[in-house]
């Protein structure tokens, strides 16, 4: 059975590595990075990934996740992709989750059970 395999957007290098090393200790999965929404959509539409973690600031250009989340969800290729937000802030995950995104979370709260719990239907 072929690895999971998650595609984590716009995070920096130490929140990437963090995010990867819990998500392949805790559940074995690939954890693929893009820096952009442009590379983000363009991996989408060439690989198949189980589950999109999207921070709430893309780190290489400001842009905001919710927009990449909102133009997922509006293309037929990729809206039934999983997509999370990575975000500490109440408000962005509810306008994330009526956006179209499942429940995420933020930084803080990488590694404990709750967000655990959050990605294991889809990464298990």
Request: with cysteine; net charge negative; aromatic share 4%.
């Amino acid at each position: 059975m072929a690895s999971r395999r998650v595609l984590s957007v716009g995070q920096c290098f130490a929140d990437h590595s963090a995010i990867s090393r819990t998500l392949q200790t805790q559940f074995g999965v690939e954890v693929v990075p893009a820096d952009d929404a442009a590379e983000a959509l363009a991996r989408l539409r060439e690989d198949v990934f189980d589950l999109v973690l999207v921070n709430r600031v893309l780190d290489r250009d400001g842009s905001q996740g919710l927009e990449l989340i909102k133009e997922m969800k509006a293309e037929q290729e990729t809206a039934q992709v999983p997509v999370m937000l990575v975000s500490n802030y109440e408000d962005s995950q509810q306008q994330a989750v009526s956006a179209g995104a499942v429940p995420g979370s933020g930084k803080s709260a990488l590694g404990h059970p709750q967000m655990l719990g959050r990605v294991k239907s889809y990464l298990s």
